[in-house]
């Protein structure tokens, strides 16, 4: 963890980013890297976001789920 940050806060980055006005397709694992969060915590909010209706989860045979949302225009 970087001193400072906990993970309440790391969820709120992840959540904060989810409600971004621009669209998101994204598999948990790069999402973590860009946001610099731990990724099993990255993997739970998205899931539970999946749950809420926020963003949808694509599953491939070859390749890691990806979360997606496109914002209604």
Not at 31 to 54: F, P, Q, S, Y
Request: proline letters at 4%.
């Amino acid at each position: 963890m970087i001193w400072g940050r906990t993970p309440i806060h790391d969820e709120r980055r992840v959540r904060d980013y989810l409600l971004w006005e621009h669209g998101l397709s994204e598999s948990a694992t790069s999402l973590a890297n860009k946001l610099h969060v731990d990724r099993r915590l990255c993997r739970k909010v998205l899931d539970t976001a999946v749950t809420e209706g926020i963003v949808e989860r694509r599953e491939f045979a070859d390749i890691d789920p990806m979360y997606v949302r496109y914002p209604a225009r």
